[in-house]
Structures are given as C-alpha cells and as structure tokens.
C-alpha cells in the first residue's frame, strides 16, 4: 500500500467516524424531541406546536417547559459529564473498569448526603397545622454531597501522592474510599429515623425529576468547561495511553496530566451525584460502547462519548417515565437494569474476539 493509498484510507477513517458522531448527535435531537412530547400528562406533539407558534395554554406550557426540558437538559448535561468523566478516568488510569461509581466518589457524595439528612434536618418529619411533612432542603443536600465528593478525592490524591500517583495506587485507593464512604452511608442508615432512611435511599437512588433550571445552571457552569478542557487535552490523553515514559519522552507530564485529569473527573462527577444522586454505570457502560464503534482514537471518543451518554441517559429517563406510568421510576435503577447486561454483553463479545 503507497502512501496515496495510506492518505484515502486515513481520510475515509475520519469521514466515517465523523459520520458516526453525526449520526448519533441526530438521534439525540430526535430522542430530545420524543421526550418532550411523551409522558403521563396529556401533553403531546400537537401541544408542542402550539408552543412554537405561542398559542399553548398555561398548562401545557408548564408541562413542556417547566417540567419536560429541565428533565431532557438534566440528562444531557449528566450524561455527558459521566460519560467523558468514565471515559478518561480509563485512559488516565490504563484499566477498563475505572469510572466515578467504580473509584468511590458516587459513594463519598453519598455519604455527605445522608450526612445531611440525618443531622442538618434536611430529610426530617415537621409537624405544622397538623400535617406532617417532610422538610426538603435540597441545597443542604447538594452542598454536603459535594464536600463529601471533594473529600473523597482528597483522600484518594494524599494516597496517590504518598505512594506516587500510579494507575494501579489510585484504582487501590478508590476501591478503599468507596468501601470507606459505603461503611458511612450503612452508619447513617442505621441510626436515622425512618423518614430519614426514605430521604437516603430515595436520594441514592439518582432522580432527574429534582432538577429546574436554577439547579441547572449550576450544574452547566462546572460540567460545560470540564469537557472542553478534556476535549482540548485529547492529544495528550493518546500520548498518555502508550505509556508514562512514552509520554514523558515526548514533553507531557505524565503524574500532573493524571493527577489534574482525576480532579476534573471528579468535580464534573461531584456536581452532578450532588443534585441529582447516584446515577450508576453510565460512566462505566457508554465508553464500552462508544470504543466498539469508534475506537480507541480520543479525538473522536471523547465528543462521541458525551453525545452517547446523553442519549443513554434520556432514553432511560423516558423509559423511567413511561414503564409504569403515571408512577415515575429514579433513573438510577434503569441504568442499572440497563447498564448490567449491556456491559456484561460487550464484556463476553471481547472475551471471545
């Protein structure tokens, strides 16, 4: 093969990768679409178009805009951040089952909830007019799940840094921080009342129906940068992926790259664990599928990663939605459901390749 030759068939490489991501970001602007006009109100695609030309009610413009699309952005933003977070936390630490669920900090923000829930009054019975409901703080939630976050992977770097930050110390390290954190969670499990043990499983379950676009907003400003800077590191992450001394030989830090790629993963995971819980085997499951149709090639793994994790994750939300309607499951037990088999299936086609 003469190099002309070489030069078509890189070419028809990318055009077909390229073709790929197209692909799948038309799927998601069709899958965003369904959502929005699919569910247990009467709302569908005629009020939609009501919507477009200003003619909606006050009703199905609350459904639609108020209710529907802070779902649909929720699962985008998320599956983005957990998917691109899963997919480079396998390339920093060289090792196939690396994700934000798998390293402890689901389980360290967790923690940090439950935490708020069981002493800040955040999941407490209140008695008032004779009523009894349950006071909802979601803000306390949110900020201690994140603290308990940025603990966890506190704990993991002063491992990583004292017993150097190799790929093999910092998997060890997130496999005790998790043990660690799910010891905590058990703890206030078992001392909290029993409306505080609904709140903390409820909230460990992940739900996107906690989301508005307040919450939102918060969640974009951290999530939206964190994946440029991944996208704007690609190149680097392939050096990487042949080595640290290979790496090192050709000018990139080797332990800062790690080591700065982890707490970017682990932010962008933080904010999104913190407001809508733990959401599993997103971060573990969608780069396994992405690499079986586009490769290895993080130019292209990373943006196909986050346009599949955010259609993963809508189509689990609406399955959450419509399954058993008009009861809305939490998204987290769908991707489980989901995420299992399908990991289990590509995991058994590799075996056998």
């Not at 402890?104 to 940090?112: C, D, E, K, L, W």
């Not at 439950?114 to 803000?139: H, R, T």
């Not at 939300?317 to 058993?324: E, G, K, N, Q, Y």
Request: charged residues 10%.
């Amino acid at each position: 093969m003469n190099e002309d030759q070489l030069i078509i068939k890189y070419k028809q490489h990318r055009s077909r990768h390229k073709a790929y991501i197209s692909l799948m970001l038309l799927l998601l602007v069709a899958g965003g679409l369904i959502a929005l006009v699919l569910g247990g109100g009467a709302v569908g695609w005629e009020h939609l178009v009501d919507l477009l030309q200003g003619k909606s009610t006050a009703t199905s413009e609350l459904i639609l805009l108020h209710v529907r699309l802070p779902r649909i952005v929720a699962a985008i933003l998320a599956g983005m951040a957990l998917a691109v977070s899963g997919s480079v936390m396998q390339i920093l630490l060289r090792n196939p089952l690396a994700s934000p669920y798998t390293l402890g900090i689901s389980n360290a923000s967790a923690f940090g909830a439950a935490l708020a829930i069981v002493f800040l009054g955040a999941g407490s019975a209140v008695q008032k007019s004779g009523d009894m409901f349950i006071v909802d703080n979601p803000y306390i939630v949110t900020i201690c799940a994140f603290i308990g976050s940025l603990v966890g992977l506190t704990l993991i770097l002063l491992i990583a840094k004292v017993r150097k930050s190799t790929p093999e110390t910092i998997i060890l390290s997130g496999v005790i921080i998790s043990s660690l954190f799910g010891a905590g969670i058990a703890a206030m499990q078992y001392i909290a009342n029993n409306v505080q043990l609904g709140s903390i499983v409820f909230w460990t379950f992940g739900d996107l129906g906690k989301s508005d676009w307040f919450k939102l907003l918060y969640v974009s400003i951290i999530t939206i940068p964190v994946l440029f800077y991944f996208y704007a590191n690609r190149w680097n992450y392939k050096v990487l992926r042949a080595g640290d001394e290979y790496a090192v030989s050709l000018g990139v830090n080797a332990q800062r790259l790690r080591i700065m790629g982890m707490i970017a993963t682990s932010l962008c995971t933080a904010i999104v664990v913190s407001f809508f819980g733990v959401i599993a085997f997103v971060g573990l499951v969608v780069p396994h599928i992405v690499r079986r149709i586009i490769g290895t090639n993080e130019e292209f793994l990373i943006p196909a990663s986050a346009i599949f994790g955010a259609l993963f994750l809508m189509i689990c939300d609406l399955t959450a939605r419509l399954l058993f309607s008009p009861v809305i499951l939490p998204v987290g037990i769908i991707t489980s459901f989901l995420g299992v088999p399908v990991f289990l299936f590509f995991l058994l086609k590799r075996d056998e390749r």
